[in-house]
């Protein structure tokens, strides 16, 4: 159970190595003010620290390839001019 993605988190939150170079909570206030004085659009997920982007990056890495892998499979169905119409979603 130890090898859970979940428990190796926990592992890593109650190490004081872990916590060893983790952000002050006032950096993590300040970033987050200044996102929002920005006025623009605020994201659903905001990676805070290079952990956190790392964490992300690889996560979509990992996504992309997995999806590589069924790809001739998902275009297959329907028009390939189906990816036009979904074009409105992409803007931000």
């Known amino acids: 159970m130890e090898h859970y993605p979940a ?3 926990l592992d890593y939150i109650k190490s004081e190595q872990g916590r060893a170079l983790w952000a002050e909570p006032m950096a993590l206030a300040k970033a987050i003010f200044e ?3 920005r006025g623009q659009l605020i994201p659903i997920r905001l ?3 290079p952990d ?3 964490m ?3 996560d979509v890495e990992s996504t992309q390839k ?3 892998g069924f790809k001739d499979i998902t275009l297959s169905i329907g028009d390939a001019k189906q990816l ?3 074009g409105f979603l992409a803007k931000s």
């Open 35 to 37: 996102l929002v004085s």
């Open 56 to 58: 992300i990056v690889k």
């Open 52 to 54: 956190a982007w790392g």
């Open 84 to 86: 036009e119409t979904i």
């Open 7 to 9: 428990n190796q988190l």
């Open 47 to 49: 990676p805070l620290g």
């Open 66 to 68: 997995e999806l590589e």
